[in-house]
C-alpha cells in the first residue's frame, strides 16, 4: 500500500482547500488557520490548569469533609467519657456523704 505523507500527518485525498494563511484587503480574516487537531490540543493544554485545579479542589473539599467527621468521632468519644466520669465522681461522691453520715451517726 503506497500513500502519500506520513504517519502523523496522511496527505488529503479530497479537493484542497484554501492555502494555511489567506489575506483579504477587508481584514476579515488575517488570521492563520491551524488544523483542527492542533487547535484541539491548543486547548485541551490550556484546560490542564484548570482541571488540575479543580481535581485539587475536589481532594481538598473531601480532606476537610474527612477531618470535620474524625473531630465530630472525637467530640462523641470526649463527651461520653465525660459523662462515665461525671457518674463515677457522683457515685463516689454519694459513698462519700454515706460514709460521713455513718460516722456522724455512730
Do not use: C, W, Y
Request: charged content about 40%; proline content about 6%.
Amino acid at each position: 500500500m503506497n500513500i502519500p505523507g506520513t504517519i502523523g500527518r496522511p496527505k488529503a485525498h479530497g479537493p484542497r482547500r484554501e492555502p494555511d494563511m489567506t489575506i483579504t484587503h477587508d481584514f476579515t480574516r488575517t488570521v492563520a488557520r491551524r488544523p483542527r487537531q492542533e487547535q484541539n490540543r491548543t486547548r485541551k493544554l490550556q484546560l490542564i490548569p484548570e482541571a488540575l485545579a479543580r481535581s485539587h479542589m475536589e481532594r481538598i473539599r473531601e480532606a476537610e469533609s474527612q477531618r470535620l467527621a474524625d473531630h465530630l468521632v472525637r467530640a462523641r468519644r470526649m463527651e461520653r467519657k465525660a459523662r462515665r466520669l461525671h457518674r463515677r465522681a457522683e457515685s463516689a461522691s454519694r459513698r462519700a456523704r454515706r460514709a460521713l453520715a455513718q460516722a456522724v451517726r455512730q
